[in-house]
């Protein structure tokens, strides 16, 4: 059997097609709806490890807005720049941290995914109706050392997947 046959088969024209056609399906995927984008630092421990590959879906957010509890990617200086950090409050919301517990709208607000938390305070802020309020997982770091805080909405990238 020769080596052209064994690498593009039967039909070398259809196999040429289906490759071009998976390359460029790739290359949309991973261009323009799926992000890479790699984890760096302890603020999301424990849910996501410092160097972890992880994807963003750039597309998530086309026809419904970022609820509660979503992790999303947020641009900071360039396409390349991002945080990821979890949503805890939305747009038009008040929200503050009493004793490391988040409050929205005066009521505690269940963060089953934070497994340990320092006690950090914070003044009331108001959401504008195109800000939320983000905020990682790891509560146990000094508020000082974690970035967190209001966010417009046209700087969220998109839902971090897997």
């Known amino acids: 059997m020769n080596f052209r046959r064994l690498v593009f088969g039967a039909n070398p024209r259809r196999t ?3 490759i071009l056609v998976l390359a460029t399906a790739a290359f949309v995927t991973l ?4 992000m890479p984008v790699r984890a760096e630092g302890i ?4 849910t996501f490890e410092s160097g972890r590959l992880h994807f963003v879906n750039r597309i998530a957010y086309t026809f419904a807005p ?4 979503d992790i ?10 991002l945080y990821i950090k979890r949503v805890v409050a939305l747009p038009g919301e008040r929200v503050r941290i009493v004793e490391g ?3 929205i709208n005066g009521i505690g607000l269940d963060e089953p995914y934070v497994h340990n938390r320092r006690p950090w ?3 009331e802020v108001q959401l504008s109706p195109r800000q939320y309020f983000v905020a990682g997982d790891n509560r146990g770091m000094s508020a000082a ?7 417009d909405a046209e700087r969220i990238i998109g839902k971090v997947v897997f």
Do not use: N, Y
């Not at 970022?66 to 509890?69: D, E, K, N, V």
């Open 16 to 18: 040429s097609v289906r």
């Open 31 to 34: 261009r323009w709806i799926l």
């Open 43 to 46: 603020s999301m421990l424990p």
């Open 66 to 69: 970022p609820a509660r509890g």
């Open 72 to 81: 999303v990617a947020i641009r900071l200086a360039g396409p390349h720049v």
């Open 101 to 103: 517990q988040v409050q």
């Open 121 to 123: 305070d914070t003044e």
């Open 145 to 151: 050392d974690h970035d967190f805080g209001k966010v």
